[in-house]
């Protein structure tokens, strides 16, 4: 066996597997790149030719729209495996957004996963992650710190309405993501039973279309642009995060400023932003999930990158694993909004 040590490693553009010639969630623009999901820091355009699942192919194009036509684009569906060069590749469900996946790649004996980011948390609008067997786990820490622990997104989500019903005649204005927490959020509300329409930034609006399209029905979704104050007033309006301190949140009826973000355990930050509810639902693995994945995975060996990524590699070494950060620079550009 090759340990994947040898054939896999860290370059100025990315992730790199030298015998199958394509990089992992590069950086910067490649020939070849295999990409985990479609947020930005993991999604890049530029690229030669992308592999990646069909949900994440169809966000990329959603958010990229003709930058990403002059790619070469192929989709693999998960469990699915090709070959490159005599390199072994398949995609598992990661649970991070709909589409995302963990890259499986297997050479000469030895077996790598590349988690891009994953949750354990369920998620009604994407796949639960698999684990996978591997000789090495390269894993994300975006909240590799023992003071975050998620709470359950459906409990989050009835403090939401029970806000509502207290404050009816207040627009509760939601920050969250446009692509993974925005589709979650409304998916969780409606398994709650909130069944009444719930307005969107328009930024919000590409992507959830995308989301329908590929088969995740959302409910009555409608624009907040145009909508009347007595329409907002004790409804659910949901923005980007940068959106909440913005002009257009003014013509909202006296709102009550919401974030949906894993960030929100620390109160400082729900402090410093003038959020009056701040709602504890991230799709990125919390402290907990992040140590039960690694005795999932099994791997020896653990490369840590993107988040606190000491604190994981320290907890990784006492349970007997071998763990050493990988520092690729995701997630550094909107950390707090996506996470």
Not at 94 to 115: F, K, M, P, Y
Not at 249 to 277: F, H, N
Request: glycine residues 10%; negative net charge.
């Amino acid at each position: 066996m090759t340990h994947p040590e040898h054939w896999l490693s860290v370059r100025p553009e990315g992730l790199y597997c030298a015998p199958g010639d394509f990089f992992i969630d590069p950086l910067r623009p490649v020939e070849r790149a295999v990409i985990t999901h479609a947020h930005a820091d993991h999604a890049r355009p530029g690229h030669g030719a992308v592999l990646a699942t069909a949900e994440t192919l169809a966000i990329m194009n959603t958010r990229m729209g003709a930058v990403l036509q002059q790619t070469a684009q192929q989709a693999i569906a998960p469990g699915e495996t090709l070959s490159v060069n005599g390199v072994k590749i398949w995609l598992q469900p990661a649970g991070h957004v709909l589409g995302s996946a963990q890259v499986a790649i297997e050479h000469d004996g030895g077996r790598a996963v590349v988690s891009g980011d994953y949750k354990r948390a369920p998620d009604p609008t994407c796949a639960a992650f698999v684990p996978i067997p591997c000789d090495v786990f390269v894993t994300e820490a975006t909240f590799g710190l023992p003071v975050f622990t998620h709470p359950s997104a459906a409990g989050e989500a009835a403090k939401l309405l029970d806000s509502v019903k207290m404050f009816p005649e207040r627009a509760h204005l939601v920050g969250c993501y446009a692509l993974g927490k925005t589709q979650r959020l409304i998916a969780v509300l409606r398994g709650i039973g909130y069944d009444a329409p719930i307005y969107l930034h328009g930024a919000l609006i590409p992507v959830c279309e995308t989301y329908e399209r590929l088969g995740v029905a959302l409910g009555d979704l409608r624009p907040a642009t145009g909508a009347t104050p007595s329409a907002l007033a004790g409804g659910i309006v949901l923005a980007p995060p940068s959106a909440l301190a913005d002009r257009w949140s003014r013509r909202l009826p006296d709102p009550l400023t919401c974030l949906a973000s894993g960030w929100m355990r620390v109160r400082q930050r729900a402090k410093a932003r003038g959020i009056e509810l701040p709602l504890i639902i991230s799709d990125h693995a919390d402290w907990p999930e992040l140590l039960q994945t690694l005795d999932d995975v099994g791997a020896p060996d653990i490369w840590v990158t993107h988040g606190a990524e000491e604190a994981l590699v320290h907890a990784a070494t006492a349970r007997g694993f071998r763990a050493r950060p990988l520092r690729l620079g995701y997630g550094d550009a909107g950390e707090e909004e996506a996470a």
